[in-house]
């Protein structure tokens, strides 16, 4: 009896720590997605080079790290990236995240957030695709 206790034990506890590691992912990219909004609608490009991963010819850095705000060449490629969200917001009224879901690419895991963007009655549905790197959720890609 005990051991089927502890069996129930464990499978719940495991159960609930994926579901908790879901929802928390769940949070901390829709932050990153509202500051990075917030940060494109600002024009806070710098800031913004930091919630972005860095894709280029450096192996070494591509989709492992952010863009760096100190090179004029990736700050442009974030201000592109950033007038793109802020043309999305200044067209619509309101928008609306939804839920985060996780998905393999080759060896990659991407978080892809659908973000509809409201405009009275005409909604645009746009794909926000994230990364997981050491410096947290980046911006990978929006479709």
């Known amino acids: 009896m005990k051991k089927v206790f502890f069996c129930l034990f ?3 506890t495991s159960s609930t720590s994926s579901y908790l590691a879901q929802i928390d992912k769940q949070t901390i990219i829709s932050t990153s997605l509202e500051e990075l909004i917030q940060l494109s609608k600002d024009k806070q490009y710098e800031k913004a080079s ?4 860095y894709s280029g010819k450096d192996v070494n850095r591509n989709l492992k790290t952010p863009f760096d705000p100190a090179n004029s060449d990736e700050l442009e490629q974030v201000k592109r990236i950033c007038k793109k969200i802020s043309a999305l917001t200044d067209l619509s009224t309101k ?3 939804g839920e985060v879901i996780s998905k393999n690419d080759g060896d990659r895991k991407l978080y892809s957030v659908d973000v509809s ?3 009275g009655a005409q909604q645009l549905k746009t794909f926000f695709e994230f990364i997981e ?3 947290g ?3 990978t890609n929006l479709k």
């Open 10 to 12: 464990i499978l719940l």
């Open 50 to 53: 930091l919630r972005i991963v």
């Open 95 to 97: 928008y609306k995240i």
């Open 117 to 119: 963007f409201i405009s």
């Open 133 to 135: 790197t050491t410096d």
């Open 137 to 139: 959720f980046l911006l």
